[in-house]
């Protein structure tokens, strides 16, 4: 167990439709980052927080946004939701940049 | 932009057997990652270098920083060993989160 809860497991949606995943990170790490496993594109980087504060973005699409809350914990937003968006979502925290990072388990989105 | 390159892609081995999963990376980086996935998906974090060898139980990594070149080797591989190993590297500033490599699909054989 990492420390790092992610919720929920699953989630199946439909096309154009708008969901939210939610990222608990490790007590005292305050670097969250969001991943987008994919089976053509493999693990990609897609945003990272710190302390509250947009910190680095990576590939990340116009219809995904995210946000760190006081508490730490993180929330990916996905919007206008593609079949091309089923996807493995992970979070990873760190206590900050460039230490090891710590991944949740992730959250399988299956756009139907 | 930091390229990661794993080999072998795919490993089948007996158990027992010396295992070793290479990485390359093609800019300068501040600490390269070893992860470990599951047929579950979980991903586990197995070290983060940035200089020498480090030995956790059965598994050591190494990098080499001037031939941008990491490997991971498994001593006496066994089953339960079997998942798909990924390197991941952390850019200089760590900022930009990590660039993977594509993974070396793992199988040990009993």
């Known amino acids: 167990d990492s420390g790092v809860t992610q919720t929920p497991k699953h989630l199946i949606t439909a096309t154009g439709q708008r969901v939210t995943l939610r990222c608990s990170p490790r007590s005292g790490d305050l670097s969250v980052y969001w991943y987008q496993q994919s089976l053509d594109q493999g693990l990609q980087f897609l945003i990272q927080?710190?302390?509250?504060?947009?910190?680095a973005k990576g590939n990340i699409l116009e219809r995904f946004s995210a946000q760190q809350f006081p508490d730490l914990h993180s929330e990916l937003n996905l919007s206008s939701l593609e079949l091309g968006d089923s996807a493995l979502y992970f979070c990873?925290?760190?206590?900050?940049?460039?230490?090891?990072?710590?991944f949740g388990p992730g959250t399988r989105l299956t756009v139907t | 932009k930091n390229e990661v390159e794993q080999s072998p892609q795919n490993l089948t081995a007996q158990e027992g057997e010396f295992i070793t999963i290479n990485c390359s990376y093609s800019v300068g980086i501040s600490a390269l990652h070893w992860l470990q996935q599951h047929p579950g998906g979980g991903i586990v974090s197995l070290f983060m270098l940035s200089s020498g060898k480090k030995k956790h139980g059965r598994l050591i990594a190494t990098i080499n920083i001037q031939e941008k070149h990491s490997s991971l080797h498994i001593t006496a591989s066994h089953p339960r060993d079997s998942a798909v190993y990924i390197c991941?590297?952390?850019?200089?500033?760590?900022?930009?989160?990590?660039?993977f490599g594509k993974g070396t699909h793992l199988i040990i054989q009993p």
């Open positions: 990873a925290s760190s206590v900050r940049d460039g230490y090891e990072q710590y």
């Open positions: 927080y710190y302390n509250g504060e947009e910190r």
């Open positions: 991941a590297a952390f850019a200089w500033g760590g900022a930009d989160g990590l660039t």
